[in-house]
């Protein structure tokens, strides 16, 4: 069943309010003071009579006075279809056309104008006023092809003709979509009696589902779904489309509020910078400035932004251009939402738009260009009439988003957001740009195949630039190297593996080197090696620091310059480094390990006491604890309180 909001507009007193109650038989002026003022303030729900099985349409009345509009915003923003209310009497108003405006402006396409209290006028006033009407639509929808009713809520007269009109048009209305991410803009919060927090709003994409979880942004506290209600009843859960009541547990009531969003997946946040498409309406009064402070309205949220404008000063009324908006509180958006902007004072709708990046980065004003660069092309792609081209400009979006700036990849969630198609479209796409050759998935991030090639040689240049530098080490670390590229973990590693694969490059323990890669001294080192591992051979297990070394062999450049060649041969395996200053010849090594594995294997499960094994080795106390402490840490031996024991018996 396709589930569709009807919203209202018009002007204060064109009987909006009367027209609902007379075709839906609810009053839906809630208030005391909006009946007792017979004012709507501010919204109104009803369902409207459920004859068929395949419609469902709910309504949302909005107040009509210039004071309200920013209630009608937050209700209008969830609205298919719209009911605009002209009085036969008076005819259209500023708030006529206003709201026809922020219908426009959010989205919204198809409509049915009402020219009402025809018992107060004439058959030839009541056609000048149809007239008007229909040009007040046109002026803002382009020809205007809404039928128009004259009726009269009092006197009951053209109802059922409206209602026939309304169910038309709904009809046609295009359906939100279940298979995508859960958002609910809230409307209204409140408490009942024996329930808790209970919130209300339309559901723009998704489900959301009975003992489940939302998220409550931008605040962002989880709740859980104690009940679920649409049309006052209760149901297992409610979809796109449908307005819905649902019980939370988990949140106090003033903690969730009107422009507060439920959200369910994780991916969702909210931000301050979003990249834009706005349009100043022809007949807005004035021109906007880059700089300039506006309300900014999404969903039910309403803030003050700042208007950053790209390339230019001003933006004049009937223009349409990129701009970016920084707002002074965060809002969950997503590529292709609508939004309208009002003036700061006086306060009048001068236009609105769609969000092209919903998580845009600050952009100075120089930067040229650059929003054009970034923007999906969701709302064109969903605009297009042709499925190829459609199909073809969001892989082309899905391709920008993934690329992105930083080269980080992006996973199918965030892609989805970005891009405001759905994640099964999104997955559909990538999948078929895999098979293509265009992305690759590491670590459930897509990268494109530019952004791989990129890596592998900037990989492949830092090895072989270490190797130049460093000729005389194994290879290059691990972490220096991820570090040193700065791209993301993941895929460095799978562009390593690759690399691996395919036999450019090998990789030894934390180390990589390039498969030709041999390390070697220059001949200088070459005759300071032989000495150092001469000289150590010679001394046994009492051998001279690499302090005493470099006053031995009085190099150039002193114990530094011994650094690279010690390095090298214990990478080689002709030396073992005990500390950063005592260096041991391997042979020697070899013994020293026997003659303790010996020893204490011996002794019939006694511990050696460092005074015997001072005894064994023969040397003192300046060589024998960290030799003890480097065969502990290499694994041979284990410290307890009576002395060394062998770590396995041999
Ligand atoms: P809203 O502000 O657009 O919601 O207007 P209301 O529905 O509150 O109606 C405003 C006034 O117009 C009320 O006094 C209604 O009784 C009156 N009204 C509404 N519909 C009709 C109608 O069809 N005929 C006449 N004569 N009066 C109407
Ligand atoms: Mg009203």
């Not at 791989?452 to 270490?466: F, G, I, M, N, Y």
Request: net charge neutral; charged share 25%.
């Amino acid at each position: 069943m396709k589930s569709v909001v009807l919203g209202t507009a018009g002007h204060v007193d064109h009987g909006k309010t009367a027209l609902i109650e007379a075709l839906t038989g609810v009053n839906t002026d809630r208030w005391q003071e909006e009946r007792e003022r017979g004012i709507t303030i501010d919204l109104g729900f009803a369902r409207y009579p459920q004859r068929l099985d395949d419609l469902d349409i709910s309504v949302v009345d909005v107040p009509g006075h210039e004071d309200f509009v920013k209630n009608m915003l937050a209700g209008a923003s969830g609205v298919d279809l719209l009911l605009l209310v002209v009085a036969a009497d008076e005819g259209p108003m500023p708030q006529t056309r206003e709201h026809l405006w922020i219908a426009r402006l959010l989205g919204v396409r198809r409509g049915v104008v009402a020219v009402t209290k025809a018992d107060l006028v004439d058959a030839e006033w009541l056609e000048l006023v149809s007239d008007s009407a229909r040009s007040e639509v046109s002026n803002v929808f382009g020809e205007c092809d809404w039928p128009i009713i004259a009726v009269s809520a009092l006197k009951e007269r053209g109802l059922a003709d409206l209602d026939r009109a309304i169910v038309a048009t709904a009809r046609e209305a295009e359906a939100r979509r279940d298979d995508d991410l859960f958002r609910l803009p809230v409307d209204r919060s409140f408490t009942v009696r024996g329930i808790g927090t209970v919130v209300t709003g339309t559901v723009w994409s998704g489900t959301v589902q009975t003992g489940g979880e939302v998220r409550i942004l931008p605040g962002d506290r989880t709740a859980r779904v104690r009940g679920v209600q649409v049309h006052g009843g209760d149901v297992e859960r409610a979809r796109a489309g449908q307005r819905a009541a649902l019980a939370l547990a988990g949140v106090d009531r003033w903690q969730v509020a009107r422009g507060d969003v439920l959200a369910a997946d994780p991916v969702w946040r909210s931000h301050t910078v979003l990249d834009a498409s706005l349009t100043l309406i022809p007949d807005a009064p004035w021109s906007l400035k880059h700089w300039q402070r506006l309300r900014f309205h999404l969903g039910t949220s309403e803030t003050m932004a700042r208007l950053v404008l790209h390339e230019r000063d001003r933006l004049q009324p009937g223009e349409t251009h990129p701009v970016q908006l920084r707002l002074e509180r965060p809002v969950v958006a997503r590529a292709g939402d609508r939004f309208v902007i009002r003036f700061y004072s006086p306060v009048v709708t001068i236009g609105g738009g769609v969000v092209i990046d919903p998580w845009a980065r600050r952009r100075r004003r120089s930067t040229r260009g650059a929003i054009a660069v970034a923007a999906p092309s969701a709302g064109d792609a969903a605009d297009s009439a042709d499925a190829g081209e459609a199909g073809e400009a969001a892989s082309a979006a899905i391709e920008r988003l993934v690329a992105g700036e930083d080269g980080a990849g992006a996973d199918e969630a965030e892609l989805s957001i970005r891009s405001g198609l759905s994640p099964v479209d999104v997955s559909k796409i990538v999948k078929s740009m895999e098979a293509a050759g265009a992305l690759r998935q590491v670590a459930r991030r897509w990268f494109t195949l530019d952004a791989v090639r990129d890596v592998r040689e900037a990989l492949l240049a830092a090895v072989a630039s270490h190797h130049e530098s460093d000729s005389h080490a194994q290879g290059v670390g691990l972490e220096f190297l991820r570090s040193r590229l700065g791209r993301p973990q993941a895929l460095v590693n799978a562009v390593l593996a690759d690399l691996q694969r395919e036999g450019l490059v090998r990789i030894e323990g934390s180390l990589a080197a390039l498969s030709e890669h041999r390390p070697r001294l220059d001949p200088k080192q070459e005759d300071t090696a032989k000495e150092i591992a001469r000289r150590l051979r010679e001394a046994g297990f009492s051998p001279p620091t690499v302090k005493e070394l470099a006053r031995g062999l009085s190099v150039g450049g002193g114990e530094q310059a011994l650094l690279p060649v010690l390095k090298f041969l214990t990478e080689r395996g002709d030396l073992v480094a005990v500390t950063q200053d005592l260096y041991y010849d391997a042979g020697v090594m070899a013994q020293a390990r026997q003659r303790i594995t010996e020893y204490l294997a011996g002794g019939g499960g006694q511990a050696g006491r460092p005074s015997e094994l001072r005894e064994v080795l023969g040397v003192t106390r300046k060589y024998l604890i960290p030799l003890l402490e480097y065969l502990d840490a290499a694994g041979l031996t284990r410290r307890t309180s009576e002395g060394r024991v062998l770590r396995e018996t041999p």
